[in-house]
C-alpha cells in the first residue's frame, strides 16, 4: 500500500469531512480515510453513513477504537457527560461541548497512519466558524500542530485544513456542487433517530443547508424544521 496513497483524510460523517472527501476525489486525490469511535453519543449514527460514503466512492477506510477517551475525559459529547445543551452557540454551550484535545489525538493517529502507507498529507475539515469555539480549531493550533508533525515525520508528512477560511454554509453549497447526498452525514450531538433540531450542532447544520429556503434535506424531531 505504501507509496500508492495521496493523503489521509480525518472523516467523522458529518458534513464537511464528506464534502471535504468528494472535494479531494473531484481533484484526483488517491485518499484513504480514518473514522474514531471515541465514545460519543452520536458516533453510532455518523461512523456508519462514514462507512457507507467509503463504500459508494471505493476509498479505504478504517475506524479506531479511541474508548479511552469518553472514560478520561469530561464532555457533554459523551454518554458519560452532562446532558447536551441545547440552543445556538454561545460559550456557557460550548464549554459544554468540547472534548479536550480531541482533534490533535486523532490527527496524530492519522499522521502516524499518513507515514505508515506513505501519503503525504493528513487533512481534516474544521472551518471559520470552529475557530471562536474549539482552542484546538484555531488557525494559530494548526500551524504549531502541523510544524510538529513536519518536524516529528522529517518533513514526510503536512496538515492540511482546507477549509479553514469557509463558513458551513460555503461548504455545504461546494457539497451541492460536488452531488453530495446530505441525507448521509451526521451532526446532532445526541445522536437519537432523527436530527433533534435544537442542540447547537443541528441549529448551524439547518442553517448551512438553507433551511429557511427550503433547501435543508434534513428530518429533523423539531417540528419548526
Known amino acids: 500500500m505504501s507509496g500508492c496513497t495521496d493523503c489521509v483524510l480525518v472523516l467523522s460523517g458529518g458534513m464537511d469531512s464528506t464534502v471535504l472527501l468528494y472535494d479531494l476525489i473531484s481533484r484526483g486525490k488517491k485518499t484513504a480515510a480514518l473514522s474514531f469511535d471515541y465514545g460519543s453519543r452520536h458516533n453510532h449514527k455518523e461512523l456508519p453513513l462514514a462507512a457507507s460514503t467509503c463504500r459508494k466512492l471505493g476509498i479505504s477506510h478504517?475506524?479506531?477504537?479511541?474508548?479511552?477517551?469518553?472514560?478520561?475525559?469530561?464532555?457533554?459529547?459523551?454518554?458519560?457527560?452532562?446532558?447536551?445543551?441545547?440552543?445556538?452557540?454561545?460559550?456557557?454551550?460550548?464549554?459544554?461541548?468540547?472534548?479536550?484535545?480531541?482533534?490533535?489525538?486523532?490527527?496524530?493517529?492519522?499522521?502516524?497512519?499518513?507515514?505508515?502507507?506513505?501519503?503525504?498529507?493528513?487533512?481534516?475539515?474544521?472551518?471559520?466558524?470552529?475557530?471562536?469555539?474549539?482552542?484546538?480549531?484555531?488557525?494559530?493550533?494548526?500551524?504549531?500542530?502541523?510544524?510538529?508533525?513536519?518536524?516529528?515525520?522529517?518533513?514526510?508528512?503536512?496538515?492540511?485544513?482546507?477549509?479553514?477560511?469557509?463558513?458551513?454554509?460555503?461548504?455545504?453549497?461546494?457539497?451541492?456542487?460536488?452531488?453530495?447526498?446530505?441525507?448521509?452525514?451526521?451532526?446532532?450531538?445526541k445522536g437519537g433517530a432523527l436530527h433533534c433540531g435544537r442542540c447547537s450542532a443541528c441549529i448551524e447544520r439547518s442553517h448551512a443547508l438553507r433551511h429557511e429556503e427550503g433547501m435543508d434535506p434534513t428530518s429533523y424531531e423539531n417540528p419548526d424544521k
Open 62 to 189: 478504517k475506524i479506531v477504537s479511541l474508548g479511552f477517551m469518553a472514560e478520561l475525559f469530561s464532555s457533554a459529547l459523551f454518554h458519560t457527560g452532562p446532558p447536551v445543551p441545547e440552543g445556538p452557540y454561545k460559550s456557557e454551550n460550548m464549554s459544554q461541548t468540547i472534548v479536550p484535545f480531541r482533534n490533535p489525538i486523532m490527527m496524530s493517529i492519522a499522521v502516524g497512519y499518513a507515514e505508515s502507507i506513505g501519503a503525504s498529507e493528513v487533512l481534516l475539515a474544521s472551518h471559520s466558524g470552529d475557530h471562536a469555539l474549539y482552542p484546538d480549531c484555531r488557525k494559530e493550533f494548526n500551524t504549531a500542530f502541523d510544524e510538529a508533525v513536519r518536524l516529528g515525520t522529517d518533513n514526510k508528512v503536512r496538515l492540511s485544513f482546507p477549509y479553514a477560511d469557509l463558513d458551513k454554509k460555503q461548504i455545504a453549497d461546494l457539497g451541492r456542487s460536488l452531488d453530495v447526498d446530505f441525507t448521509r452525514t451526521w451532526t446532532c450531538y
